[in-house]
């Protein structure tokens, strides 16, 4: 993310002051709402998305209630394989298991997930900028400090994002992404699901991260949007934003279970051996 | 917290006339400190480049109704003006607590609704075209 220069592009050139400008009104396509245009706003867009880490979404459903963590946990079962792009999609998948088992405060899950990490990190040459990483995470999961574990999970990330991302590897930058946040939205359903409420579910509203991972796929070459991981992914991810812009009274319990379900079944895929 | 203020004495004590985008992170970070002594958990990805003075930007970002989040605005100039705007989906303004000191801005959000949200700001200089700017974020 932090790159230089930012591929911004312009929309407009007004030096006007943002408070002169009335937000331009669309029709939303499903709702009626009147909603602010940002392909109509008069400067630069900066077209960089950060995408949130399970954490953030995590912190929101502790408010909510006491949701059992460590029944969240999956064990992580990754096959041997070469293919940079399947270690991408599971590297992105292990670091969001780091920040289900921290919520839970599994000390000895945490330890499991840093040297899945290790491992992952050295099938993708990048070991020695994650190794700092890896060992502090083992090292904060003696002394149980949950907070430093949580920064060191969001750093490896983006040790490992911005490394691909300098050798010219975006695309397996954003497999990294979309490996989270599939693990993450698969958490976040499975407890919406166990104690559902409206508020719990309204957490779900995230078209325009999922939107931002279709048109990314849809940006990556030839051979990467044809990987059979990321051909399903595109898919799985248009069917989730069906039912996010489907929900526009918010969210049924089913329509939570749908798209776990297909978080789910994207991620027993990436774990697969083929 | 240790690490990041001995960055930061370290970049205070550079000269000015070599400022770089990683200078702006910093005084972005400068500016989260009071905040992460009050809860907030710093994200390590942001957004950051070089903007023609008094440019406007925006990025759009996911917020989660029931956390609140804080944006730290950072520049590596030391004569620049902020504008730090947070827009819900209909345009309107809901940031709270505007504070710009120096080399940084800074808002807190409590976002009504789980959506996206539009975070729109500007630096100008008076002596300089170009601006350096990051923009990071915490949440608590």
Same mark, same amino acid.
């Given at each position: 993310m932090n790159r230089s220069p930012l591929h911004c592009f312009f929309v407009a050139t007004s030096f006007a002051a943002l408070v002169s400008v009335s937000p331009v009104a669309g029709q939303a396509a499903n709702s009626g709402v009147q909603e602010f245009d940002p392909q109509a706003f008069p400067g630069q867009v900066v077209d960089d998305v950060v995408v949130p880490v399970p954490s953030e979404v995590f912190s929101?459903?502790?408010?909510?209630?006491?949701?059992?963590?460590?029944?969240?946990?999956?064990t992580v079962d990754l096959p041997k394989t070469g293919d940079r792009t399947k270690l991408s999609l599971m590297f992105g998948l292990v670091v969001a298991e780091g920040f289900v088992a921290v919520q839970a405060e599994d000390k000895e899950a945490v330890k499991d997930i840093g040297r899945e990490v290790i491992d992952l990190a050295t099938a993708l040459g990048l070991i020695k900028s994650v190794r700092p990483h890896a060992q502090a995470i083992l090292d904060a999961a003696d002394k149980s400090d949950w907070a430093s574990i949580r920064k060191e999970f969001d750093q490896t990330q983006k040790t490992v994002r911005d490394s691909m991302e300098q050798m010219k590897d975006a695309d397996l930058s954003q497999c990294v992404s979309m490996g989270g946040w599939l693990r993450g939205t698969s958490s976040v359903t499975s407890v919406i699901t166990k104690s559902f409420s409206a508020d719990r579910a309204e957490l779900l509203n995230q078209p325009m991260l999922v939107e931002h991972f279709i048109s990314s796929i849809g940006k990556m070459s030839k051979d990467k949007k044809e990987h059979p991981n990321v051909s399903d992914i595109s898919k799985g991810l248009k069917l989730i934003l069906a039912k996010m812009e489907g929900a526009v009274d918010g969210?049924?319990?089913?329509?939570?279970?749908?798209?776990?379900?297909?978080?789910?079944?994207l991620l027993t895929d990436i774990q697969a051996a083929r | 917290m240790?690490?990041?203020?001995?960055?930061?004495?370290?970049?205070?004590?550079?000269?000015?006339?070599?400022?770089?985008?990683?200078?702006?992170?910093?005084?972005?970070?400068e500016a989260a400190v009071p905040f992460v002594e009050q809860g907030f958990i710093v994200?390590?990805?942001?957004?950051?480049?070089? /903007?023609?003075?008094?440019?406007?930007?925006?990025?759009?970002h996911q917020m989660f109704k029931g956390n609140e989040y804080a944006f730290w605005l950072g520049t590596a100039q030391d004569d620049v003006t902020f504008e730090l705007q947070v827009l819900d989906e209909t345009g309107k303004e809901i940031e709270l607590d505007f504070k710009s000191q120096g080399m940084f801005a800074t808002v807190r959000v409590?976002?009504?609704?789980?959506?996206?949200?539009? /975070?729109?700001?500007?630096?100008?200089?008076?002596?300089?075209?170009? /601006?350096y700017w990051a923009l990071a974020y915490g949440y608590r």
């Open positions: 929101v459903l502790d408010k909510l209630g006491e949701p059992n963590w460590r029944q969240e946990i999956r969210f049924t319990k089913d329509g939570v279970r749908e798209i776990g379900k297909t978080c789910d079944s | 240790t690490a990041l203020l001995t960055g930061l004495m370290l970049l205070l004590s550079a000269p000015l006339s070599h400022a770089t985008i990683d200078d702006a992170h910093s005084f972005a970070m994200r390590e990805d942001y957004w950051n480049g070089e /903007v023609k003075s008094g440019q406007k930007l925006m990025v759009r409590n976002p009504p609704k789980t959506g996206t949200y539009s /975070v729109v700001f500007s630096l100008t200089s008076k002596k300089e075209k170009g /601006v």
